[in-house]
């Protein structure tokens, strides 16, 4: 049985940064990455990245957001600067291993005044 275990939400205020991990039980050979949903809208990719490290990012996060992996560890991060309102959301973060997804809990992510 594979877990991934989120950490790192919180509240923020507009312009903050926070930072996000996301640590895997087993080794994960696929993509690992970072989806959001906020309130009332359906889940959206915000950045993914390969095993070799290419990585993938939605528009609204690009320049804003790194995401990063290390394999040794099971562990994708994800550093998110210059945060924005919009930004708030529960941020879920997924891991590929022998053609399966899998998904962690969500951590909350609120940025707010």
């Known amino acids: 049985q594979v877990q991934l275990v989120e950490s790192g939400g919180g509240l923020v205020q507009p312009g903050g940064s926070l930072r996000l991990s996301c640590a895997a039980s087993?080794?994960?050979?696929?993509?690992m990455g970072w989806y959001r949903q906020a309130p009332g809208k359906q889940r959206e990719l915000v950045a993914s990245?390969?095993?070799?490290?290419?990585?993938t990012y939605a528009d609204a996060v690009k320049g804003r957001f790194t995401i990063s992996r290390d394999n040794g560890k099971n562990t994708v991060y994800l550093q998110m600067n210059s945060l924005k309102p919009d930004d708030t959301a529960v941020y879920y973060c997924?891991?590929?291993?022998?053609?399966?997804?899998?998904w962690g809990q969500g951590t909350q992510v609120t940025v707010s005044s």
């Open positions: 997924y891991g590929g291993r022998l053609g399966v997804d899998y």
């Open positions: 087993r080794s994960m050979f696929g993509a």
């Open positions: 990245i390969t095993r070799g490290g290419t990585t």
